[in-house]
């Protein structure tokens, strides 16, 4: 009853729709069927793959890279690996093409089953970034951005080869990096639409059109068509808009879903770019519309699709699967050894091996996004086997440089210790070591606008507090990249001939509801 209302009413929803870090959306439409995908930098599996009936409520179904063989990120920095993908449908096969900028650039993967496994990579000739695909009348066009303009050229998408010569199309409109092109056809129209800025305060989305695929396309003169830099927005929590894709719904609505980023404590953000939803028109003149004024907002108050809310999704979990759930990553190409669901029923195993969470490498670590500014989460973890020095625990993870750890480690002798660790840019510092009894910590860490705190508890019901830390240190805008907070578990050897492991009973996440704040932002 309450679904058939909600249905009914088909009006207003909040942005972002899936929120933490999930850059650079695509979206395709299948009958009434909707799949978007995301980029996913250093993290394994790559290029995560969601699912909806609305455009607002997503599920994800899986992810699009998820063999070695599809996706090298051995030894890869941090914000390098897989840049923006694009997900398309054409004669019953989903192609998504993305980049490798630590390996051989521009490559497409296929399926007929997007929740199942997609090809091996067919690797691209063109170069650039941001690498999209259109077909028409047996056609298959790539366009991507090499040399600071958009270039588009024929190719096989079975075999990668390049069909014909790689043709400018278009500069922008004279923004700084030019790129996520798309390439769409509407009454007659080829409408190029790209992102422009850079993806931090400046970004925005432009559009350009043409009779004829190569062009000339003459550029909208009410671009850019998407900014949070405009006057008047000035103080809208979503900041950063751009990166952008059209969908047609199968009612004949148009929607775009586009990145942005939501500034925390003063020009600081956390969990990385979102992805946002916004409602086009096509104005009399047959240029897109969105928004209204180009601007995006928390509240939509539109028309929407009839909604079809999905299952609030467990943040927590116990553990008693064989398998984690999709929203857990690695980083870089996991050992799988170093991690079993199954060595002790209802535990997360975790080796540890020498690999540090700050090594450009693969540490024992699997995490999740932080999706909410507020929240709680916790774990707990007991050490065994450990010597002097081997540690595991909960990190607050933005890149290999940029870390809060919460953490058991073996001491002198049969010692233990909790210690909350900082790791920020170079400089590392303990804030509080507390000798604890062998035996379950519970590590819990509690996310705010301001500050993450960090607590302990040695019989999971009295926590005492270890330290909080400003958010800030952790941001975007000091910490750089494209990623987003991570949190974290992980086990570390202090050396090679250690035989500890952790076993890890729970992980908890619980969004909290924001208190109420004063003034500005
Ligand atoms: C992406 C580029 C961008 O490939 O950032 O915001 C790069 N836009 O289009 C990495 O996400």
Redesign the pocket.
């Known amino acids: 009853m309450l679904l058939g209302s909600v249905a009914l009413l088909a009006q207003g929803y909040t942005n972002p729709v899936i929120p933490g870090f999930h850059?650079?959306p695509s979206v395709c439409r299948v009958g009434d069927d909707y799949y978007l995908v995301t980029?996913s930098f250093e993290y394994f599996p790559g290029v995560p793959i969601f699912h909806s009936k609305d455009l607002i409520h997503w599920t994800q179904i899986g992810h699009c890279l998820t063999r070695d063989s599809q996706l090298y990120l051995e030894k890869t920095g941090a914000s390098g690996g897989i840049?923006?993908p694009t997900i398309r449908y054409h004669d019953g096969v989903f192609y998504m093409i993305t980049t490798n900028v630590s390996s051989k650039g521009n490559f497409l993967v296929y399926t007929t089953d997007p929740a199942g496994e997609w090809s091996e990579p067919v690797w691209l000739k063109q170069g650039g970034?941001?690498p999209s695909l259109y077909f028409e009348d047996g056609k298959c066009y790539m366009v991507s951005n090499p040399r600071s303009a958009i270039y588009l050229c024929e190719i096989n998408p079975q075999t990668g080869e390049q069909l014909t010569e790689s043709k400018i199309l278009w500069t922008g409109i004279g923004g700084r990096n030019v790129?996520?092109p798309h390439i769409y056809k509407k009454d007659g129209w080829y409408y190029l639409m790209c992102?422009e800025g850079g993806?931090e305060y400046g970004?925005m989305e432009t559009i350009a059109r043409s009779r004829n695929i190569y062009g000339p396309y003459d550029s909208n003169p009410a671009n850019p068509i998407l900014t949070n830099f405009r006057r008047g927005a000035e103080s809208n929590p979503v900041q950063g808009t751009?990166?952008a894709d059209l969908v047609e719904a199968t009612d004949g609505s148009w929607w775009m879903v586009c990145?942005a980023f939501r500034p925390l404590d003063g020009q600081h953000y956390l969990m990385g770019?979102e992805t946002f939803l916004l409602p086009v028109r096509w104005d009399t003149n047959a240029w897109p519309v969105v928004n209204g004024n180009g601007i995006v907002n928390i509240n939509m108050n539109v028309p929407t699709l009839p909604q079809q809310p999905t299952p609030t999704p467990s943040y927590s979990t116990d553990f008693n699967e064989t398998t984690l759930g999709f929203e857990w990553n690695y980083l870089r190409n996991p050992r799988r050894d170093n991690y079993s669901l199954t060595a002790r029923k209802g535990f997360l195993r975790l080796k540890a091996t020498t690999v540090k969470l700050d090594d450009v490498d693969t540490p024992t670590f699997v995490g999740r996004r932080q999706q909410h500014i507020n929240f709680v989460a916790g774990t707990t973890v007991r050490l065994r086997d450990a010597s002097q020095g081997d540690e595991a625990g909960l990190t607050v993870l933005m890149n290999n440089h940029s870390h809060y750890d919460i953490f058991v480690e073996k001491g002198h002798g049969s010692t233990y210790r909790v210690v909350l660790r900082y790791r920020l840019g170079e400089l590392t510092h303990i804030e509080r070591e507390i000798e604890v009894p062998n035996g379950n910590i519970y590590l819990q860490v509690t996310g705010s606008r301001r500050t993450y705190a960090f607590a302990y508890s040695t019989d999971g019901k009295t926590y005492q507090p270890l330290g909080q830390i400003n958010t800030k240190y952790l941001s975007t805008e000091t910490a750089g990249g494209?990623t987003g907070i991570y949190l974290g578990l992980y086990a570390v050897a202090a050396d090679d001939g250690s035989k500890a492991y952790a076993d890890f009973d729970s992980f908890t996440y619980e969004p909290k509801a924001e208190p109420e704040r004063r003034g500005r932002r």
Request: charged share 25%; proline share 6%.
């Open positions: 850059p650079d980029s840049y923006a970034i941001d790129e996520a992102a993806t970004h751009g990166h990145l770019r494209f």
